[in-house]
Each structure stands twice: as C-alpha cells, then as structure tokens.
C-alpha cells in the first residue's frame, strides 16, 4: 500500500512561518519526483512547488518563489516545505503528490497524493 500523509499545517500570523511534511510509505520512492499543491476556497487545485529526486532541481510557483523552501529527505522518504512571509491569500488545503520521472506542474499526471492538510493564516 503506498501512503502519503502531511502534517505540520495549522493557524499562524501573517509574516509568520510554518514548516509541512509529507511521510511516504508502502515502497521506495527512488527516482521520483515530488510536490506541492494547494487549493483555496472556491478555487482549482493549483502548483505550489516540486523537487526532483535529485535535491538540486527545484521549481516554483511565481507566487511563492522566495517565501517558500521545498526540500527532501529521501533516506526518510519524507518531503517539506518551509513556508516563511506567510501571506492570507496563502490560505488553503495543501496537498502532497509524488510521480515517477521530472517534476512537473501539472497535477494530472502525479500519481500519488496525499489527503491534505489547513493551512491558514490570518492577518
């Protein structure tokens, strides 16, 4: 069975920071690429951030690039994603994913995903 689960989400200030995670179990995750996603109300789900299996290869959304941090620790099999200069439009469910192959920003094509967690920040 392969599982992700995030936590870490909750309520903070604006200008505050929080940090997510995202534990994978059921199978290794070598050579697969991982991300972000988030959803705001009455919005569609939307790109956040994705890494490589390789922690070099990082991508970003316009909106968060500078502010936020996504990073891996494949020996634990465990995402994160550092969010610093916490915004209110920042709001949202944020999900967790994983594909084989390069990160991309589409979410159709990750294959796994996580069952979300609140994110919210008030001013």
């Known amino acids: 069975q392969v599982q992700l689960v995030e936590s870490g989400g909750g309520l903070v200030q604006a200008g505050g920071s929080l940090r997510l995670s995202c534990a994978a179990s059921g199978r290794t995750f070598s050579g697969y690429a991982m991300g972000w996603f988030r959803q705001r109300p009455g919005k569609e789900r939307e790109f956040v951030a994705a890494i490589s299996w390789s922690y070099g290869s990082t991508t970003y959304a316009d909106s968060v690039k500078g502010r936020f941090t996504i990073s891996r620790d494949n020996a634990k099999n465990t995402l994160y994603l550092q969010m610093n200069s916490l915004k209110s439009e920042d709001t949202a469910v944020y999900y967790c994913?994983?594909?084989?192959?390069?990160?991309?920003?589409?979410?159709?094509?990750?294959?796994?995903w996580g069952q979300g967690t609140q994110v919210t920040v008030s001013s």
């Open positions: 994913a994983a594909r084989r192959g390069a990160p991309v920003t589409s979410n159709y094509v990750y294959d796994y």
